[in-house]
């Protein structure tokens, strides 16, 4: 991983002069691990763990799957595949532009590959066990805080576990699964966001929802070291969004006390807890590092990589904060009719959102995100 290198995107930034100070401050925060993914050495598969942001498909082929869920119905897909995928939103998600920008296929959803949905498919180009809803902690643990709208079934370790069990048919002695895996791109997350959504729309106060920082950051922290002890060895693990500029989180927290919200009409006390957990994340990344020297460990940071389009929506080409598809109130996310329930609207251009339910963002918006993380595009407004 070289960062000094005269094709490194980071030194082209730093020589461009610019008076948009706060951007370039946040360019330089995730440009970090462009140049892994960016240089000689290609990945040629994805294994990726984690909840909506990711899953290509995982809840929509589970052998139970909840059929009236919102996601499932157009005009999700709409502006990609041109029908539901099972992905929340318009189009392709962060992990699609990664697998693209890597010359990948989109990672397929191991639900599906057990279903037989994808006959064509081969342990050797990855699997996605990334799942709507899931947590990085297990049910239990919400059920002894009296939270029981919790999905049982695929919280982290239970996604580790369905990886344990395809694994043999990859290699069978470290030093092989070393070999094999040393190519492969190990996405962790982003998975936590849930473990807050959840006690938050049941009214837990954000003094207890903090409380839960740490064992959420602990189970992604043991993941990654399971998964670096079976052979993995590039490991990419995102942090969460600004979710004080989500539609969901806006509408659910209205306030009428202008002091609650920043500039952007972003509820500041929200981000100020992402902003939190980020940072506890990323001192928990750099412990790891430590104990893994040989493992590479990027932390994503897809807060700072959003920002700009909260901060700066018009000169992105963005409206705003209102969801692109829902059915009314004040950010056009009413929870009891999301995207692709009945009486919900779509806009005419989700390219022109960001947020696509309220919950989850655009292709548009992803699109973006992705470029800064893995191309490295200038993102100092025009
Ligand atoms: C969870 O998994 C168990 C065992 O695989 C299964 O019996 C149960 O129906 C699943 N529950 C849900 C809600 O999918
Ligand atoms: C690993 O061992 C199992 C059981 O002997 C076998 O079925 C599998 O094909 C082996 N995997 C590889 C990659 O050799």
New binding site residues.
């Given amino acids: 991983m070289d960062l000094s290198g005269s094709s490194s995107p980071l030194r082209s930034l730093e020589r461009r002069p610019s008076t948009e100070s706060l951007a370039l401050i946040h360019v330089f925060a995730l440009l970090s691990f462009i140049p892994c993914i960016r240089g000689g050495s290609s990945f040629s598969s994805i294994f990726s763990f984690g909840d909506s942001l990711a899953d290509t498909g995982n809840l929509y082929f589970s052998s139970q799957p909840p059929t009236s869920f919102h996601c499932f119905f157009p005009p999700n897909g709409q502006t990609y595949f041109g029908r539901p995928t099972g992905r929340c939103s318009d189009g392709r998600l962060i992990i699609d532009f990664i697998a693209e920008s890597l010359g990948l296929p989109f990672v397929k959803p191991y639900l599906g590959i057990k279903n037989g949905q994808f006959d064509d498919w081969k342990i050797e180009e990855g699997v996605n066990f990334a799942v709507v809803g899931a947590t990085a902690l297990d049910a239990d643990f919400f059920k002894e805080k009296g939270i029981h709208n919790v999905p049982t079934n695929d919280s982290l370790r239970i996604q580790l576990g369905w990886y344990k069990d395809l694994l043999?048919?990859?290699?069978?002695s470290s030093s092989?699964c070393k070999n094999v895996l040393g190519k492969s791109l190990f996405l962790i997350g982003e998975i936590g966001g849930n473990d807050f959504t959840y006690p938050f729309a049941l009214g837990k106060s954000l003094t207890e929802v903090k409380t839960y920082v740490a064992p959420v950051i602990n189970a992604i922290s043991s993941t990654i070291s399971e998964l670096i002890d079976m052979g993995a060895q590039t490991l990419m693990v995102p942090g969460n969004f600004p979710i004080g500029c989500s539609a969901f989180y806006l509408t659910l927290f209205q306030s009428k006390d202008e002091q609650d919200y920043d500039g952007a009409g972003c509820l500041k006390w929200l981000n100020k807890f992402a902003e939190y957990y980020n940072e506890k994340l990323q001192s928990e990344l750099n412990q790891l590092r430590g104990l893994h020297p040989h493992a590479i460990i990027i932390y994503a940071d897809y807060y700072n990589a959003a920002l700009p389009l909260y901060l700066y929506p018009t000169s992105f080409g963005f409206e705003g904060l209102r969801a692109c598809c829902g059915s009314g109130g004040p950010y056009n996310c009413n929870a009891s009719a999301l995207c692709g329930a009945p009486g919900a609207i779509a806009s005419d251009d989700p390219s022109k959102f960001i947020s696509w339910d309220g919950v989850h963002l655009t292709e548009a918006a992803y699109r973006f995100i992705a470029k800064r993380l893995v191309i490295g595009q200038d993102v100092v407004p025009k």
């Fill in positions: 043999p048919s990859l290699c069978n092989s």
